[in-house]
């Protein structure tokens, strides 16, 4: 693939700030959304318990959450999405009370809420887990010192909302330090929240009493980015990622440089060029600045081209090989070994098949690696797909892809008589 790709807004930032957004009665305008279905249906639902939703164009919204007529989240889109489960910390730290349904998200592992649960109840609420629904209801929140058991996205973002509005000072260790809870920390700032320390492992929140209005602009998707520059690497291509931040994406370059790609960095944007089959290496998944758990399919995907052996270590989800079957019908040669890592002995090419997406990230590799194969592939269940990546397929089209929407075997036939 060649040329250049503009990068859309951050999912995992957009829906913890949209549900932040709801914890002031003021307006909120955001800019910088992505279009795609998660965030789509969290909207939906904070439009479905009372708050106003404008959107302006496919990227800008206005929300004002002074109406807000049910904290009870159990609409059937806030099942299906992680996101819902931010309304939780938004509305205990706003209403001191909601009641969320259960979150959904890729199968991808277990998806525990425990430490959602411990910082809740450290900060003075009461949680229950009963049909279906989280429930948190306090008459008092203080802040406290938490330690978390583990580094969570969710939690560390959960905690933090609630704590804003919290009395008194909140202390968070062992936090994640993902761009997108720094996003987040800044959004509840410019909403006159007190946070001190997002993006290192201690964060300082100082709660006060109300939030009021503001304008925000979501950082860029820096695992979209690096979706497109790994699939620089798999077709041996030159991609050009536009609006990003270099720096969130400096441990994706690093692999990809260690992969024999070359990488140019400029402010916006960052440039990736391979002539040549990737090399091996052996690559941990890692909480942020170590190399993305939402990379590691389109790095196997690159991997499994490469000369030699490589190993690819999952160390956050229990269950995110799945995608793996799905490669080997392609050809590639890939043994998962006790769940959580993959030996991968590279070969030649890859052959096009019938494939599934399991879930969001896998399913992207998947369209990467049959982009890179001989011959027609089709890739069933890119609604998962569609769950993270704004106009996906557009974009590769854009990138000089042949691959197109289908819905009928007459669309495949008029697709395999056009390229041929
Ligand atoms: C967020 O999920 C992202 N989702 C995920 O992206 C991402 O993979 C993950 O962070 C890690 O970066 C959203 O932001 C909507 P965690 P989250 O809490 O918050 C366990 C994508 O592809 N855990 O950091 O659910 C958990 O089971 C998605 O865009 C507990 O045990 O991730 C997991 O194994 C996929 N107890 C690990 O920690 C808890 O209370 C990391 O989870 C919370 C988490």
Redesign the pocket.
């Known amino acids: 693939m060649v040329g250049d790709v503009e990068i859309a807004g951050a ?2 930032a957009a ?2 700030i949209l549900a932040a957004a709801a914890m002031t009665d003021e307006t909120v305008y955001i800019e910088n959304i992505p279009d795609v279905r ?1 965030v789509n249906i969290l909207l939906e639902t904070m439009r479905g318990i009372g708050v106003a939703v404008k959107r302006n164009d496919r990227h800008s919204v206005m929300l004002n959450a002074g109406n807000v007529h049910n904290l009870i989240v159990e609409d059937e889109g806030s099942k299906k999405i ?2 819902s489960y931010y309304l939780l910390g938004a509305f205990l730290g706003k209403y001191k009370q909601t009641e969320v349904v259960l979150p959904g ?2 199968d ?11 910082g809740f109840r450290a900060l003075g609420a009461e949680v229950v887990i009963e049909h279906g629904l989280v429930k948190v209801r306090a008459q008092h929140l203080h802040g406290e010192h938490i330690y978390m058991d ?6 560390t ?1 959960n905690i933090m909302m609630a704590a804003a509005l919290a009395d008194g000072m909140t202390i968070i260790e062992n936090c ?1 330090k ?1 761009p ?1 809870v720094v996003d987040v920390a800044n959004f509840l700032n410019s909403c006159g929240a007190n946070i001190k320390g997002a993006g290192t492992d201690v964060i300082r929140i100082r709660g006060v009493a109300r939030l009021h209005g503001t304008e925000y602009t979501i950082i860029p998707d820096q ?1 979209e980015a690096g979706t497109f520059m790994f699939a620089a690497a798999v077709t041996k291509g030159d991609v050009t990622v536009k609006n990003v931040i270099p720096k969130h994406l400096e441990s994706v370059t690093a692999k990809l440089l260690e992969i024999g790609c070359e990488v140019e960095e400029a402010d916006d944007c960052v440039r990736v060029v391979a002539s040549k089959p990737p090399l091996h290496t052996q690559v941990r998944t890692l ?2 600045p170590g190399f ?3 990379m590691q399919p389109q790095i196997t995907v690159a991997l499994a081209l490469a000369k030699g052996t490589s190993i690819v270590t999952e160390s ?3 269950n995110r090989f799945k995608y793996v079957d799905e490669l080997t019908r392609m050809g590639a040669e890939i043994r998962v070994e006790g769940g959580d890592t993959a030996i991968i002995d590279g070969v030649a090419k890859y052959t096009g098949a019938s494939i599934t997406a399991p ?3 896998g399913g992207a590799a998947l369209v990467i690696a049959a982009l890179a194969a001989e011959g027609f592939s089709t890739v069933e269940d890119i609604k998962y797909v569609e769950r ?1 990546y704004e106009d996906f397929h557009i974009k590769l089209q854009g990138l000089g892809a042949q691959i197109e929407l289908v819905e009928t075997d007459k669309d495949i036939q008029k697709f395999k008589l056009k390229v041929g």
């Open positions: 999912k995992n829906l913890p998660d992680r996101g998200g890729c991808i592992g277990c998806r525990a809420i425990d430490q959602h649960i411990k583990r580094v969570s996205v969710g939690a973002i994640a993902e997108h695992i909480p942020y993305p758990t939402d956050i989800f229990e879930d969001l990230r993270g």
